[in-house]
């Protein structure tokens, strides 16, 4: 990421409350314990937080055993939210995912008995091993954050966090997720495999099950909510509103570029800049926030022209950053 002088252009006329400021010290809090035992992904993590506190969902891409699990367990532990893990199979049927109404004999009536999706966190993991049909059951929930049965609408707690996991689309009895709900998921990562160091730190550390059995949370979900309220209150000036455009637009003309950045995309880019600047302490908006969290907003957005399913996020980054002018 490029360092420059900050631009007094991007700050805002009246000085802000020194809210956003407070707010850095329980994120990076939040931050340092998930180190403790997701180790040697600190962007990674500060994504997922930021996310989180954009009020999106998350989709995470990788093989099997690098962490991915643990990552979204991890989450909800430290902010204090109830969590929930659906393990997608092909066999899933929407009910199991949602719920659905059963008669009760000695009262004579239909009941509803809530899904796993009741929850504040819940976990589709290895969500492209379900049908098209389970994997649509998350679409409500996920855009109106309420469910729909039987001409009854049921609302989700409030936070409603979605991490999805999925398997690459090579492995045996995957069934890729469409473009309309790929759109649904704010970000997109890529864990990875840790380094050397990390992998070390892995090898001779305790069980990680272990480790988030004992982990405390470190903000309760009133803090939560109040930090996610906290994200729209972050000034965005209009040179840096020029400059999302900037991006956006070039994406949608762009020869490399199947189809460009939706409006939805734009959206979601100026919400996770938000977040991003706010657990830096800052209550505005940098190009830097933009471009840290670009590539998992694009990423998963974007298609190669060829007719390609997947970008390499460190490429698309450069691309985008190379071709459009910073402020």
């Known amino acids: 990421m490029s360092q420059r002088p900050v631009d007094k252009a991007f700050e805002p006329r009246a000085r802000a409350s020194a809210q956003p400021a407070a707010a850095r010290g329980p994120l990076a809090a939040v931050i340092a314990a998930a180190e403790q035992v997701v180790f040697g992904k600190t962007t990674e993590i500060r994504l997922a937080l930021a996310c989180l506190l954009a009020r999106g969902h998350l989709l995470i891409e990788d093989l099997p ?16 939210l109830d969590y929930k893990r659906v393990q997608f199979t092909s066999d899933l049927l929407p009910a199991d995912v949602l719920g659905a109404y059963v008669y009760e004999r000695d009262a004579a009536r239909f009941r509803f008995h809530p899904g796993p999706v009741f929850t504040h966190l819940v976990l589709a993991d290895e969500i492209n091993r379900a049908t098209p049909r389970a994997q649509s059951a998350l679409l409500e929930a996920m855009e109106e954050r309420q469910v729909t049965i039987e001409n009854e609408t049921h609302p989700l707690p409030d936070p409603f966090f979605v991490i999805a996991t999925q398997n690459p689309a090579e492995q045996v009895g995957t069934f890729p997720l469409p473009e309309s709900q790929l759109d649904r998921f704010l970000m997109c990562l890529s864990l990875g495999y840790p380094d050397r160091r990390a992998e070390r730190a892995l090898l001779a550390a305790s069980d990680r099950r272990v480790a988030l059995a004992e982990m405390a ?32 637009d070039y994406s949608r003309r762009a020869p490399e570029f199947g189809c460009g950045l939706s409006p939805r995309a734009a959206l979601a880019l100026l919400r996770a800049a938000r977040a991003w600047a706010l657990i830096d302490g800052r209550g505005h908006v940098l190009p830097d926030d933009v471009q840290a969290v670009l590539p998992s907003v694009a990423v998963h957005r974007l298609r190669p022209a060829d007719g390609g399913r997947a970008l390499d996020v460190q490429a698309l980054r450069e691309r985008l950053l190379a071709a459009v002018p910073i402020p």
């Open 65 to 80: 055993g690098v962490g991915k699990t643990t990552l979204a367990h991890l989450l909800a532990r430290l902010v204090g």
């Open 217 to 248: 949370p470190v903000l309760s979900r009133e803090e939560l909510l109040a930090l996610q309220a906290r994200v729209t209150t972050v000034h965005v000036a209009d040179p840096l509103l020029d400059y999302v455009q900037d991006v956006v």
